[in-house]
């Protein structure tokens, strides 16, 4: 009867230490994806500035751009030509 009881207790910890595991790994996740598309979006910048230059038209790099275009891409690379061009 005695190792019913520890088995259970077992299984119970395992369950409690999944959830745990799952609900402090869930923030992580979010952060190392805004850290990666963020880190994309500046290279895609710099890129675009590369070439830009020869055309006197760049887009200044700080951390509003940056996110702005890790978060859209391409689209949001266009999107702040277009601002760029409107402002």
Do not use: D, H
């Amino acid at each position: 009867m005695e190792a019913v009881n520890v088995v259970m207790a077992a299984l119970f910890l395992a369950v409690i230490l999944f959830i745990l595991f799952q609900i402090l790994l869930r923030p992580l996740k979010i952060a190392w994806k805004i850290l990666l598309n963020s880190l994309i979006g500046l290279l895609l910048l710099l890129i675009f500035n590369y070439f830009g230059t020869y055309f006197a038209f760049t887009i200044p790099i700080n951390l509003i751009t940056v996110l702005i275009a890790g978060f859209l891409g391409i689209p949001g690379l266009i999107l702040l030509i277009c601002f760029q061009v409107l402002l």
